[in-house]
């Protein structure tokens, strides 16, 4: 007798005791890792049998003795014009009878239709079975084709959402389970942002700076069966509750990661001064909680539970804070993590094996190449609208947070290559509060506001900063020294970053884009006729 498939095909019984050899290499191809010296649960057991009724079967239909009688000829139009059609009657086929398209079926109750380059063929219980597209099927290769780069967009979209659907799914805490505080996405070779679901913004735009932080810092360090954990923002986090986990995905005989996945959820406590690790009042980094730069959470497939606790539990030992204060949640919303991780690399490698490495990566450039150009038009058309023709343009906006800080943005933008230079020269200095915002969060406010504002269905990608080149000033409010409290800035100042920009391009409803706004202004040509 054999075990449920639950615990892998062919394990049998011995003297009553199920053989469960199967139960890690199958809890490791769910979830992209295993722990070592974990009692196995057998939370149910599910018996099946088989067996033949004895009833009567369908009569055979008789063999084909000749060729189908064809009752007449018509005419019927298909994609290309009109084409002769062959009219059949059921009752006059056999099995065996093989019917090119285009042709008509009719019987009693249905008529049939098979289109060109289809076959339908009488079974031996008279049954008809149409193979679809019998004719020459043309092969997908890398050069660019519009259906196609239609079809890669929505399929790469689809990786993210269902990393994103198995996240929701294996977590148990509230934030990532009901408030849905998490998003998911795949990144290129380089770590630039490729496809994400719609999930959350500030995660999206901020998370291709996590990724291009590791592959920096770890290179040839990063292998097969390892999962990088992060969450500092010198190395691309938002606020540190917010924990990114990374898994490359490779290939065989490609010595490096062919593409990353990753995702990045909301803890609702990781330590430091304050329960929840959102402290008002924090005035540095380690009051926030646990710290994350490049932390493998798994190597060679196994998960490091005893190390990442011992991280989580160390905000404990500075005077006044506290480790986690969750710690179960942390390790199973972070296995969760590493699920969705494991779901991407799945359907990547599935997408690989379809098409190829090569066709899959020449789409995923053509789709970051078709967001560029997006946004290089609506550049154009915005100093078209606003500006001199043939002149450069300058608009200004500014806003001030609560403090008083001042957020400032000057975008110069060249008509003629469809770039701009945003420059946040003049914000404010870095807060003793934590309403400073990482380097990362400014980026990805800037890559939300851009997407927003092209006039195209594009998916928010790399390909929307390309022609974007942004100047933003050290130790200010909007790239903080590393040790700097940023805990509000990722929820806080990265509101009021999104409404500079949108003040500056007069996005923003009629009763905001007068205030504190310098309006566009041509200016004289730039050095060497580019910007930046």
């Known amino acids: 007798v054999s075990t449920s498939p639950a615990l892998g095909p062919g394990r049998e019984a011995h003297n009553g005791n199920l053989s469960l050899d199967a139960a890690p290499l199958r809890y490791s191809r769910e979830f992209g890792f295993t722990i070592p010296g974990r009692a196995i649960l057998v939370d149910d057991i599910r018996v099946r049998g088989t067996a033949t009724t004895g009833l009567g079967q369908e009569e055979p239909v008789a063999a084909a003795k000749a060729a189908a009688h064809m009752e007449k000829v018509t005419r019927c139009y298909f994609e290309g014009g009109y084409q002769d059609t062959c009219v059949y009657l059921l009752e006059h086929l056999s099995w065996g009878h093989s019917i090119p398209g285009p042709s008509i079926l009719i019987d009693q109750n249905s008529t049939i239709l098979v289109e ?307 420059d946040f020269t003049g914000s404010g200095h870095e807060v003793h509060g934590n309403c400073n915002a990482p380097r990362a969060i400014t980026l990805s406010a800037l890559i939300y506001c851009l997407r927003c504002m092209v006039g195209r269905d594009i998916p928010l990608n790399q390909g929307c900063l390309a022609p974007v080149r942004a100047i933003i000033p050290k130790g200010s409010i909007l790239d903080p020294s590393l040790d700097a409290a940023v805990v509000g800035g990722n929820v806080l100042t990265s509101q009021r970053v999104v409404d500079v920009i949108f003040r500056a391009f007069g996005a923003c409803a009629a009763s905001q884009v007068r205030v504190a706004w310098r309006g566009p202004r041509a200016v004289g040509p730039v050095p060497g006729g580019k910007l930046g």
Request: net charge negative; aromatic share 6%; charged share 20%.
């Open 116 to 422: 060109p380059g289809c076959t339908a063929v009488v079974t031996r219980l008279g049954d008809i079975c149409i193979t679809v597209g019998s004719g020459v099927v043309r092969p997908v290769g890398p050069r660019l084709d519009p259906i196609q780069l239609s079809i890669f967009s929505h399929r790469f979209m689809s990786i993210a959402e269902q990393m994103g659907r198995i996240l929701q799914r294996t977590a148990i805490s509230t934030n990532i389970k009901e408030r849905l505080d998490f998003s998911c996405a795949l990144f290129g070779p380089e770590g630039g942002l490729v496809s994400n679901a719609p999930h959350i913004p500030v995660h999206l735009g901020a998370m291709q700076e996590t990724v291009q932080f590791q592959i920096r810092n770890l290179g040839a360090n990063l292998r097969e069966g390892d999962v990088i954990l992060s969450n500092h923002p010198r190395a691309g986090g938002s606020h540190l509750p917010d924990l990114t986990v990374i898994t490359p995905v490779f290939w065989p005989g490609e010595p490096r990661p062919v593409f990353f996945v990753a995702s990045r959820g909301h803890h609702a406590d990781i330590g430091g001064i304050t329960p929840g690790s959102m402290p008002p009042h924090s005035h540095s980094l380690q009051e926030e909680g646990a710290v994350f730069i490049s932390f493998k959470l798994v190597k060679d497939g196994v998960f490091q539970e005893e190390e990442v606790t011992k991280a989580l539990m160390a905000p404990g030992q500075i005077p006044g804070s506290s480790g986690t204060r969750n710690l179960h949640d942390n390790l199973s919303d972070l296995r969760a993590q590493v699920a969705a991780n494991q779901k991407g690399i799945h359907l990547v490698n599935e997408l690989i094996g379809h098409y190829g490495l090569e066709v899959v990566q020449a789409y995923m450039a053509h789709i970051q190449a078709n967001a560029e150009v997006a946004v290089q038009e609506m550049l154009r058309d915005f100093a078209r609208r606003q500006g001199e023709p043939g002149r450069p343009l300058l608009v200004e906006a500014e806003d001030f947070m609560d403090d008083g800080s001042p957020i400032r943005l000057k975008v110069a933008v060249d008509p003629e290559e469809g770039k701009a230079t945003f």
